[in-house]
């Protein structure tokens, strides 16, 4: 099992844990995104954020929660739901910009192969 990555320790990228690197470490990590886009609309049980993460394996969520928990994005709370810190929904609100440009994006690559969706398998 890899370390949490977090600013100030090495992370993949950068043997100084510049905080940008282990952001970028952190959410690299397959999953990761997702769990908090998905934790954005509320406290979430295990098997709930699990079926909405299109049925990841619960030892990789698990994994997951974990790092994210680590890195102060996620709590589980008494009932043990999960869900975003402050921390985690000042993440999720930084994804917004990305999520509008892979929108554009979107449409760029869709105007070039006049207007077809792309090939089977590579949707999300």
Do not use: K
């Not at 600013?7 to 990761?32: E, K, N, Q």
């Not at 997951?64 to 102060?72: D, N």
């Amino acid at each position: 099992m890899t370390a949490t990555p977090a600013p100030g320790r090495p992370v993949r990228g950068s043997t100084t844990g510049r905080p940008i690197m282990a952001a970028l470490d952190l959410f690299g990590r397959r999953w990761s995104l997702r769990i908090v886009w998905e934790l954005h609309q509320g406290p979430t049980g295990f098997r709930p954020l699990q079926q909405r993460c299109d049925g990841m394996s619960s030892s990789v969520l698990r994994q997951r929660l974990v790092e994210l928990t680590q890195a102060g994005l996620v709590t589980q709370q008494d009932d043990n739901s999960y869900t975003l810190t402050a921390l985690g929904e000042d993440a999720h609100r930084a994804l917004g910009p990305l999520a509008r440009w892979a929108e554009n994006w979107a449409d760029a690559l869709a105007g070039q192969a006049g207007g077809h969706p792309p090939p089977a398998g590579q949707g999300d």
